[in-house]
């Protein structure tokens, strides 16, 4: 099952910021929360991941509690092309499998609706 | 850099009848993964490949779904028989690093009708 919780559907004005939080209080010490977006019938696209520290890249920023048991994705100046589900995602190790070998377990994500 | 390739990208069969997918990873890379996502869900992990050896089928339904990598590049993706409920979207992914890298590349996806 998805360690995450999001809300089903958003939605935000274009040229503002859009937030999108997400909880994850069952979250391990040394679990990666990861962020995809999936634009209608396209597969989904990685936007952003981190672990404890806040992170930023030309997509969006990744603010992560300091108890690590939420996150909030933000897309900084919403564009009509970024209404797509977003999914949040706690990287989970693959059971007994050894190093370095993880999955992603998809929830089913929050539908955010860019309005002109 | 092209991208995770798969074909076809449509399939319409009727139940009990077999269907295959087939997918072309991004070159290089190490791990390919196929996934399942039903109409309103997110993706469900179907199976997990390196190079051509399985690290995850543990959501396969291995009574009728069969997944292989020949030589650790293409991957092929079957069902036989397949049911009504198959109807979905089948989605192949690939990663560079070891099982799980940081960044899961995905293609189009191929959706599957069932009548």
């Known amino acids: 099952d998805a360690k995450t919780t999001q809300p089903p559907s958003m939605d935000c004005a274009e040229g503002r910021a859009a937030n999108l939080p997400c909880n994850h209080s069952t979250i391990s010490g040394n679990e990666y929360v990861y962020w995809y977006r999936q634009i209608h019938s396209q597969g989904p696209q990685y936007i952003i991941h981190g672990l404890k520290n806040n992170e930023t890249n030309e997509m969006a920023s990744l603010i992560i509690t300091e108890d690590r048991k939420s996150s909030t994705l933000i897309l900084p100046h919403a564009t009509l092309r970024d209404t797509a589900v977003y999914y949040c995602?706690?990287?989970?190790?693959?059971?007994?499998?050894?190093?370095?070998?993880?999955?992603?377990?998809f929830g089913s994500g929050t539908r955010l609706l860019v309005r002109p | 850099e092209a991208g995770v390739a798969q074909s076809p990208r449509y399939k319409i069969i009727e139940k009990r009848q077999s269907v295959a997918f087939w997918c072309n990873p991004i070159s290089g890379h190490a791990t390919l993964y196929w996934y399942q996502q039903i109409l309103g869900q997110g993706p469900k992990l179907l199976i997990q490949?390196?190079?051509?050896?399985?690290?995850?089928d543990s959501q396969l339904p291995k009574d009728r779904f069969s997944a292989e990598r020949l030589k650790g590049v293409d991957s092929t993706l079957k069902i036989q028989p397949a049911k009504l409920e198959d109807s979905a979207v089948y989605l192949c992914?690939?990663?560079?690093?070891?099982?799980?890298?940081?960044?899961?590349?995905f293609g189009p996806g191929t959706r599957l009708t069932v009548t």
């Open positions: 490949f390196q190079n051509n050896g399985v690290v995850d």
């Open positions: 992914a690939s990663s560079s690093q070891l099982a799980g890298g940081d960044e899961q590349y």
């Open positions: 995602i706690v990287r989970v190790a693959q059971a007994g499998v050894g190093d370095s070998s993880y999955k992603l377990i």
